[in-house]
């Protein structure tokens, strides 16, 4: 059954081009004019006198569907992008299209770049010019921007995960319900507004399809410089990086539902060190207090323990509770937890700074311990060596997850973690280390002998200087004598 037809909205972004505007615009396919509800045209507060000629010609031509509009300051490239999406989506168009003014982008292959946006198989559509088959040097490429290119996209695949074509292709189509889904106004109102969307879609899972488009180069002037825009974009891939390694916090791309993820894929995270505990241990019978959706309680299930399980989510406790012999729904803190039975252990897995008093919960779960059982703890080191340095510079920016998670309510040291173990009559019999998720912000050190060299590395420092180089620390207490 074929799609309803859209509502296309076609956004000319418009500086200094006024040389160039009638040619751009008389290449727009007439099919194309006559699906479209609407091209507007935005000025970017030119210096010559693209506003004007866009008037002229809109008059000259008879074009009802052009409506002309002029940026009362320079907003710069991102900043008109930011306006002329917002426009798109107030007028509830479904698709709105960014074409150049200058032509240097094709007007002719429109039709073939909305027809997935069309026929709802992506959410974003990008014309590159590096894709198969395409031959951006017989375009007039100049060389050193086609290796600049290449190279560029190459370290921004890597960074940030992506297996685009090219990164720099300003030729972009949009469905507006996806806009509507990303903070695009959080993004840099510079060139790289480009990269910062496009780390948006794949962050909100959204589809992006690439579709091959000749390449031009004429006479236009660019007022890209290439070193700071190559930069910036690089700046925004690691931003993006260390924002899903939990060590650095960039609003612009909190986006992703999840907030906890199951870690056993780094072999020394503390979900992997829990399970290698587990395994040597062997406890029958185990109780996880806040389970989440039972990433760590399936594994534990699968070494023969027999799990009970306490979270506080209801939605994370269902999806849980098919590995659990029993679970509870509710906060720990208000728990009456008489009657529960006896455990070989009970594992706090980064659950006691979100408590408001994590000692009353460790002294009420102390007497739930079998003879000879264990309490496992883990929890964020707030003396890593990022906060500090971030301390050094007056930041102390809380995040969605990771040490400074919004939701914790208590931070701990390495002693003061300890200290309070001992306050609940609890001795700390070892105590391990996570590194900073190394694989998170290069994954490329999660695979392959010369790169997983400096996870190991990382891993053997942070030994060497637990207080300050770790992430997490691992109590295994057991009740004093």
């Not at 004007?52 to 008059?59: P, S, T, V």
């Not at 479904?94 to 709802?120: C, K, S, T």
């Not at 701990?412 to 694989?439: E, H």
Request: net charge positive.
């Amino acid at each position: 059954m074929p799609s309803p037809q859209k509502r296309i909205g076609i956004f000319v972004i418009a500086y200094n081009a006024v040389n160039k505007l009638d040619w751009t615009m008389d290449r727009i396919p007439k099919e194309v004019w006559d699906k479209v509800e609407e091209v507007f045209l935005f000025d970017d507060c030119s210096t010559d006198n693209t506003y004007y000629a866009a008037l002229g010609y809109k008059h000259t031509k008879r074009l009802d569907k052009l409506t002309v509009h002029r940026n009362a300051q320079n907003l710069r490239y991102g900043g008109n992008q930011k306006a002329g999406y917002q426009y798109a989506i107030a007028r509830g168009f479904d698709i709105v299209v960014m074409l150049h003014a200058d032509g240097q982008y094709a007007p002719e292959v429109l039709n073939q770049l909305l027809e997935p946006l069309e026929n709802d198989e992506a959410d974003m559509v990008f014309g590159s010019r590096m894709a198969e088959g395409c031959d951006p040097r017989a375009g007039g490429m100049p060389l050193y921007k086609y290796v600049g290119n290449k190279i560029l996209t190459l370290l921004e695949n890597r960074i940030i995960g992506m297996k685009l074509s090219e990164f720099h292709s300003g030729y972009r189509l949009y469905s507006c319900e996806a806009l509507k889904r990303i903070p695009f106004l959080m993004n840099s109102n510079e060139w790289h507004f480009d990269t910062d969307i496009l780390i948006q879609f794949k962050e909100a899972g959204l589809r992006i399809a690439e579709r091959p488009i000749p390449t031009y180069y004429g006479d236009e002037i660019c007022y890209v410089n290439g070193l700071a825009y190559a930069f910036n974009c690089i700046k925004s891939a690691m931003k993006y990086r260390l924002h899903k390694a939990r060590v650095l916090h960039e609003p612009k791309y909190e986006i992703a539902a999840d907030r906890y993820v199951y870690k056993n894929a780094d072999p020394y995270s503390s979900h992997a060190q829990m399970v290698k505990w587990v395994s040597q241990q062997r406890p029958a019978e185990v109780l996880e207090i806040g389970t989440a959706t039972g990433y760590l309680s399936s594994e534990m299930v699968k070494l023969g323990c027999k799990v009970t399980g306490i979270e506080q989510d209801p939605q994370m406790a269902e999806i849980a509770q098919q590995y659990c012999e029993k679970m509870l729904v509710g906060d720990i803190e208000k728990m009456d937890l008489s009657g529960l039975g006896r455990f070989d252990a009970i594992i706090f897995g980064d659950v006691l700074e979100h408590l408001h008093n994590p000692r009353t919960v460790l002294a009420k779960v102390n007497g739930l311990l079998k003879p000879g059982g264990s309490v496992l703890i883990s929890l964020p080191n707030v003396a890593n060596i990022w906060i500090r340095l971030n301390l050094f510079f007056g930041r102390f920016n809380y995040s969605r997850v990771g040490i400074l998670d919004e939701t914790h309510l208590r931070f701990f040291t390495l002693k003061t973690a300890k200290k309070l173990a001992s306050d609940c009559g609890l001795d700390v019999i070892s105590t391990s280390v996570t590194p900073i998720p190394l694989p998170l912000i290069l994954p490329a050190t999660s695979k392959g002998r010369a790169f997983s060299f400096f996870h190991l590395l990382n891993w053997g420092l942070t030994k060497l200087r637990k207080t300050l180089l770790g992430y997490q620390f691992i109590l295994v207490c057991r009740p004093k004598v």
